[in-house]
C-alpha cells in the first residue's frame, strides 16, 4: 500500500537515505560529504509540512521504500526515490513512481522530473523502462 508518510517513519527513511549516499559515495567520493542527504530532523521536518509530498510502501511490515517529490508548480520532480534492498524486485519503486504519476494527473502537472547519477545504472534502466527520457546532460570535470 501506498501511503502518505508520517512522523513515525522518519527513521526507516532516513536509514534509506543513508544507504542511498553511501552508494553514492562510492561512485563519486569528492562528490558526497556526510551520513544523508538530509538529517533525521530535517526528514521529520519535511514529512510535517502541510504540502509534503512523501510517500511510502508499506505492506504491513513497515515501510519497505519512500518517494520524495517537490512540486514545482506544473511540474513533479522526483527528489529521492529509494527501496529497501531486501525488498527490491518486487515491483515497489515502480507502485511509487505510478502512484506521482496518477498524482500528477490529477493534480494537474505537466511532467515528471529527476536527476539520476549515470553510474547507477540500475537506476536509469529502471526509469527508461518506466518511460522517462532524458531532458538535459551536464558535463564535468574534476579539476
Given at each position: 500500500?501506498?501511503?502518505?508518510?508520517?512522523?513515525?517513519?522518519?527513521?526507516?527513511?532516513?536509514?534509506?537515505l543513508?544507504?542511498?549516499?553511501?552508494?553514492?559515495?562510492?561512485?563519486?567520493?569528492?562528490?558526497?560529504?556526510?551520513?544523508?542527504?538530509?538529517s533525521?530532523?530535517?526528514?521529520?521536518?519535511?514529512?510535517?509540512?502541510?504540502?509534503?509530498?512523501?510517500?511510502?510502501?508499506?505492506?504491513?511490515?513497515?515501510v519497505?521504500?519512500?518517494?520524495?517529490?517537490?512540486?514545482?508548480?506544473?511540474?513533479?520532480f522526483?527528489?529521492?526515490?529509494c527501496v529497501?534492498e531486501?525488498?527490491?524486485?518486487?515491483?515497489?519503486?515502480?507502485?511509487?513512481?505510478?502512484y506521482?504519476?496518477?498524482?500528477?494527473?490529477?493534480?494537474?502537472?505537466?511532467?515528471?522530473?529527476?536527476?539520476?547519477?549515470?553510474?547507477?545504472?540500475?537506476?536509469?534502466?529502471?526509469?527508461?523502462?518506466?518511460?522517462?527520457?532524458?531532458?538535459?546532460?551536464?558535463?564535468?570535470?574534476?579539476?
Amino acid at each position: 500500500m501506498i501511503r502518505k508518510a508520517c512522523v513515525a517513519d522518519a527513521p526507516k527513511i532516513y536509514e534509506l537515505l543513508k544507504g542511498i549516499l553511501k552508494l553514492h559515495k562510492s561512485w563519486y567520493p569528492s562528490r558526497f560529504a556526510g551520513e544523508s542527504k538530509y538529517s533525521l530532523e530535517q526528514v521529520q521536518s519535511i514529512i510535517e509540512e502541510e504540502t509534503s509530498l512523501i510517500f511510502v510502501s508499506d505492506n504491513g511490515d513497515g515501510v519497505d521504500g519512500y518517494i520524495i517529490v517537490k512540486d514545482q508548480y506544473d511540474v513533479l520532480f522526483i527528489d529521492d526515490l529509494c527501496v529497501d534492498e531486501t525488498k527490491r524486485g518486487l515491483s515497489i519503486g515502480r507502485k511509487l513512481v505510478e502512484y506521482i504519476q496518477e498524482y500528477a494527473h490529477e493534480h494537474n502537472a505537466f511532467e515528471i522530473q529527476l536527476n539520476v547519477w549515470l553510474r547507477n545504472e540500475a537506476a536509469v534502466k529502471f526509469y527508461e523502462k518506466l518511460g522517462f527520457e532524458p531532458l538535459r546532460t551536464i558535463l564535468y570535470k574534476e579539476i
